[in-house]
Nanobody
């Protein structure tokens, strides 16, 4: 089992920056992929959108539309993954979820709300 706890969300003005964190615990050695997804408000049936992910500890993959504004990083010693978000736009408003995958399971955190005001 892997547990994921996100933090750092909040309210920010358009053009501002925010860094959110995800701390993994439990069987972290089993994690193959880890990264961030988001789900916009008002459409709970919509699939969560990929933001950025480390796959097999390789270089990160980003959603094309977010390249250049968002940066994912990790601190393996702290079992923590970060998402630095710059030049935020109102359309970035969403619940941001941390996701980790082992060879068998997919784990999700509870999410952290990011709200960007215009």
């Amino acid at each position: 089992q892997v547990q994921l706890v996100e933090s750092g969300g909040g309210l920010v003005q358009a053009g501002g920056s925010l860094r959110i964190s995800c701390v993994a615990s439990g069987n972290t050695a089993s994690i193959v992929n880890i990264g961030w997804y988001r789900q916009a408000p008002g459409n709970p049936g919509k699939q969560r959108e990929l933001v950025a992910v480390f796959k097999n500890s390789n270089s990160p993959n980003y959603a094309e539309s977010l390249k250049g504004r968002f940066t994912i990083s990790r601190d393996n010693a702290k079992n923590t993954v970060y998402l630095q978000m710059n030049s935020l736009k109102p359309e970035d408003t969403a619940v941001y979820y941390c996701n980790a995958e082992s060879s068998l399971w997919s784990y999700w955190g509870q999410g952290t709300q990011v709200t960007v005001s215009s």
